[in-house]
């Protein structure tokens, strides 16, 4: 490795450090800011955003760089680079393109609008308001088209928006993959549908004393692997996970007394997003190498832990003996009948409160919807009705306001559009990497039904989490399980759980 390529890395490493304080800055705006500060925190945000950015795309780096690669081709110059460093340099390269191309002003604009439209996202949901929030959608939609033609794209706009997320992945590629994945997942629907077995998750419902929904949680956590010296959960409007450093990761999620299944679900949820993030190579922060391979590879590990694992009958084998002692009145239910309550199949209208056959559905729906923002000029205004339209089309049913229908996800408000096609990517991801892991690991779920997990969670850690950007997503998922993505596993995986569990 050259003198060069020292520097650069070096100044990686001080813009990853700038980058930590922002999103430090933004995890407080979740958790505990007080409400007055709303104001202040934009204007934080929007100074940290300029900075950060110009130590990304300054002069000091551009000089640095352009000695190592050319700045407009990618190529990089010298010609005894072996195949990682050639790969560690193109990434470079691409991240400080995506990044220059932004002028300041855009960059800050867009963080301070926001930041703003966080808060007023917040405050509209809470009073049911789309029309305080549409000014605000409705700039953040045109900066993103704007953002769009700055990156470039071959085909479409969206390709451009979604390259943040999933690298190397199309629009064209999602549509394909999702057209197989719809088609095998309404067939299945349709049969649970007209299954005798009639579950009741009533149970569930009852009251649940939200401290020991909260200790239970973190129990389980920690018997994951979520090492807590290096990490801490908080409480948040949103679940989300917040990766300041391997040795920093913090995770949030929300309790409700009469629904013991979310806190504890989100938990988990959000536990596997932390995971990768304890997991990724401290020796590579700041560098390509020391960051997750895409969003979706992301979701695939909280997917899979959240749904895979912590709602598998052996996991609760394991821990429903304990979740008894915690909630006396589940003593005289079996763990059979909790099994079932807790992967009970029913159409929902919230996205995160979807179970596995219907959620990947809600996610196709946002994609559809966020396609003809970008790329067929929807009118912001018109979201709510075509929201309800396609809530009929996919689960018939027809939300009763907006704060259950178009405001429910905060995504859009943090200009986080061309996100959503990651969510379902990363229920086939996560599939075929656990077809893989029972295959590699001996007595797979026998180590589950012992509470022993960190033969599992080596296995992602060295197949995965500290590969860190070697390779796309798509590439990824071919090197780990010799096979390209596809629905099948996902749907396969579904197919075995629910014809049990619904006796189809």
């Known amino acids: 490795m050259d003198d060069n390529l020292n520097i650069l890395i070096d100044l990686l490493k001080k813009h990853a450090k700038a980058e930590s304080v922002q999103a430090l800055v933004q995890w407080d705006q979740e958790t505990y800011m007080p409400e007055g500060a709303g104001e202040f925190k934009s204007e934080q945000l929007a100074w940290l955003s300029a900075l950060v950015h110009e130590m990304h795309t300054g002069e000091p780096f551009k000089k640095v760089l352009e000695k190592v690669v050319n700045l407009y081709t990618g190529d990089v110059l010298n010609s005894n680079a072996d195949k990682e460093e050639k790969r560690l340099l193109y990434l470079i390269w691409k991240d400080y393109h995506y ?27 809470a009073n049911n308001d789309f029309k305080l929030f549409l000014p605000y959608l409705e700039k953040i939609v045109d900066m993103c088209k704007k953002q769009a033609d700055y990156y470039g794209y071959k085909t479409t706009p969206y390709d451009a928006l979604m390259e943040q997320y999933e690298p190397g992945v199309t629009t064209q590629q999602v549509e394909s993959l999702f ?7 309404l067939e299945l629907l349709d049969k649970i549908k007209n299954s005798n077995e009639k579950l009741d998750d009533h149970l569930l419902k009852e009251s649940f004393d939200t401290a ?42 929300r309790v409700y007394e009469n629904d013991m299944k979310s806190a504890f679900f989100s938990t988990v949820h959000e536990a596997g997003h932390a995971l990768y993030e304890q997991g990724l ?35 609760w084998h394991y821990f429903y003996p304990r979740l008894k002692e915690y909630f006396p009145i589940l003593q005289k239910t079996s763990v059979e ?8 199949v029913k159409p929902s209208l919230i996205r995160i409160d ?71 990517l990363g229920n086939l991801y996560a599939a075929q990497f656990l ?21 599992f969670l080596q296995w992602l850690r060295e197949k995965i989490h500290v590969q860190g950007r070697r390779y796309n997503p798509l590439d990824l998922v071919s090197s780990v399980t010799g096979q390209k993505l596809s629905p099948k596993p996902f749907l396969q995986y579904l197919n075995t759980k629910y014809h049990e569990i619904y006796k189809l």
């Open 179 to 185: 057209s197989e994945l719809k088609s095998g997942l």
């Open 435 to 455: 077809k893989k892991a029972v295959a590699d690991i001996p007595g797979f779920w026998e180590t589950i039904q012992m509470g022993e997990f960190a033969i």
């Open 337 to 344: 009948a909790f099994y079932k309550m807790i992967n009970m």
């Open 212 to 253: 020991h929904q909260w200790a239970f949680g973190l129990e389980v956590i920690e018997k994951m692997g979520f090492d807590m010296t290096k990490g801490r959960q908080d409480r948040s409007a949103h679940p989300f996970t917040t990766g300041f450093h391997p040795t920093d990761v913090r995770i949030t999620t």
């Open 281 to 315: 190579p401290v020796e590579h922060f700041g560098t390509p190498f020391g960051q997750a391979a895409s969003y979706g590879i992301h979701e695939s590990q909280s997917r899979l832990w959240e749904n895979m694992i912590a709602k598998s009958l052996p996991f």
């Open 99 to 125: 990044a220059s191309v932004l002028p300041r002003s855009f960059v800050e604009d867009f963080s301070f609008l926001t930041s703003q439209s966080q808060q007023v996202w917040a405050k509209a949901r």
């Open 354 to 424: 979807a179970d596995e056959v219907t959620y990947s559905l809600h996610i196709m729906l946002r994609f559809e919807i966020e396609k003809m923002l970008i790329n067929e000029e929807l009118n912001v205004s018109e979201l709510p009705d075509l929201w309800n339209a396609k809530m009929k089309e996919y689960f018939d049913l027809t939300p009763p306001d907006d704060k259950m229908g178009v405001m429910q996800d905060v995504h859009w408000s943090m200009g986080s559009i061309g996100y959503f096609p990651s969510y379902a």
